[in-house]
């Protein structure tokens, strides 16, 4: 076994870091996309639209039940074949909109469950001070559904993070390309992709952090 | 003026709520009393459409609601007319003792916030609770939650407030501050309809006793005529057992 490489390593962490900005920015792009989306379908899925629940229940089965990367290809690689305005799309959104309906289709079923975790008596409140569904939705029980979902939630945001790394298959230089491009000039495969890894690891160690203290602000309300 | 007209609810075959007529006076202070699952609670969860009547008509002032044709902005303008205390507060989880006051008069009333917060400062003081303005509920015992329960139903200056059992989940040392601010909401001839099984309150603060049972109206009256010489065998027999 040869001894690790460490200048290597140590020079490579800059230039890694350089792309952190782009794989939290898709990260951060296609969170709010797939919260948004999640937000509404599972609204969708307890009120339950006729028809628009079937539609959606179809999106979340075939979102949850194929693997990203292939949605990815089939979206980047596939659709533009077929959708010809599709053709000029560039991998970092085509990356962005993959991640946000994979990730909205989860979203959606751990949102609908904490609406449905919401008290029941805390509707018929809403109801009896003469609220509409929609305020009762948006103003008492989303807000407490938010808290119950937050740790997920979390969790889903850190496996999008990862995630990004996938966009590299669509030929997106982001952490994981940058690295894979740095390890094919050096061969050093190991010392590189240890480094990516730790870097990736870092990341998400600060999030957890982050997730702590979101916690303990929406938890607030419990407090006694 | 509220007037009822053969309301009823059923739960497969089980009947309720089995045509029930009642018309209350504004101003009037109304307890019904009687035997668990007599449709006492369902009577006011029906009077505000939490649980929607199969049949009947409810009116209040000039505001008819009819089961059959019942559309949603009937069953708003309705519950804007009326307010509801729970027997378990059911204060607002996510808001703090005086936004639960303030949320109504802000997004149902449209009163400007500045406003809103007046009022519910007044109400604070008013139920002795001031000092809680921004404590969640979670932070409060029974007998405070029940009086901001009290306080948010009170700030809607609705035509008619119901009272679903309001101290029956209240630990015995909270019950008499909430029996409390019920006399003092009484005091001011708010028309009220009360569920209670606290037969000393009924007899004091009560225009009228309503007996239910098997859900109909068995007897009603004065509050010393029912107490004092009821005159169906059921309610005597009630009457017998909680005392």
Request: aromatic share 0%; hydrophobic share 50%.
């Given at each position: 076994m040869r001894a690790l490489d460490l200048d290597y390593m140590l020079g490579l962490v800059p230039v890694i870091l350089g792309y952190v900005p782009l794989t939290i920015g898709m990260a951060l792009a296609a969170m709010v996309g797939a919260l948004m989306l999640a937000s509404l379908m599972a609204v969708e899925r307890v009120v339950r639209v006729p028809v628009l629940d079937q539609f959606v229940q179809l999106f979340i089965s075939f979102f949850r039940g194929t693997p990203l990367l292939v949605q990815l290809f089939l979206f980047y690689y596939g659709l533009p074949q077929v959708l010809p305005v599709l053709a000029g799309i560039d991998g970092v959104t085509?990356?962005?909109?993959?991640?946000?309906l994979h990730f909205s289709a989860y979203m959606a079923e751990s949102i609908r469950a904490a609406i449905l975790g919401v008290d029941r008596s805390q509707w018929e409140a809403a109801q009896a001070v003469g609220m509409t569904q929609t305020q009762s939705m948006r103003r008492i029980i989303?807000?407490?559904?938010?808290r119950i979902a937050a740790p997920t939630l979390v969790n889903y945001f850190i496996d999008m993070i990862k995630s990004t790394s996938l966009a590299f298959t669509l030929g997106v230089t982001e952490m994981m390309g940058a690295t894979q491009k740095e390890a094919a000039g050096s061969f050093l495969y190991f010392e590189a992709f240890l480094v990516v890894a730790v870097l990736y690891w870092?990341?998400?160690e600060m999030l957890s952090f982050l997730q702590k203290r979101l916690e303990l602000r929406l938890n607030k309300a419990l407090v006694r | 003026m509220i007037s009822i007209h053969g309301l009823t609810k059923r739960y497969g075959t089980n009947t309720v709520l089995d045509a029930i007529d009642l018309d209350i006076?504004?101003?009037?202070?109304?307890a019904i009393i009687g035997p668990s699952g007599t449709g006492k609670s369902t009577l006011l969860r029906c009077l505000n459409y939490l649980d929607r009547p199969d049949s009947g008509v409810i009116r209040i002032g000039n505001l008819t609601v009819d089961a059959a044709t019942a559309r949603p902005a009937d069953i708003l303008a309705l519950r804007r007319r009326t307010a509801f205390v729970f027997q378990n507060y059911s204060l607002f989880a996510n808001?703090?003792?005086r936004e639960n006051i303030t949320e109504a008069l802000i997004t149902v009333q449209r009163k400007?916030?500045?406003?809103a917060e007046a009022r519910a400062d007044a109400i604070l003081r008013e139920i002795g609770l001031a000092d809680k303005a921004g404590a969640y509920p979670a932070a409060l015992s029974g007998g405070q939650q029940q009086r901001i329960g009290i306080g948010r139903a009170m700030a809607l200056d609705a035509s008619l407030m119901l009272f679903d059992e309001p101290t029956s989940a209240l630990d015995p040392e909270w019950v008499g501050e909430v029996l409390d601010l019920m006399r003092r909401v009484a005091e001011r001839r708010q028309t009220m309809l009360i569920v209670t099984h606290e037969m000393q309150f009924a007899r004091e603060i009560a225009d009228r006793v309503i007996f239910m049972?098997?859900?109909r109206i068995v007897e009603q009256g004065p509050p010393t005529q029912i107490f004092d010489s009821p005159q169906d065998k059921r309610t005597e027999s009630f009457l017998r057992r909680v005392r």
């Open positions: 085509a990356a962005i909109i993959g991640l946000t989303l807000p407490q559904a938010a870092a990341i998400v | 006076a504004a101003g009037e202070r109304v808001k703090t003792a400007p916030r500045a406003e049972d098997g859900g």
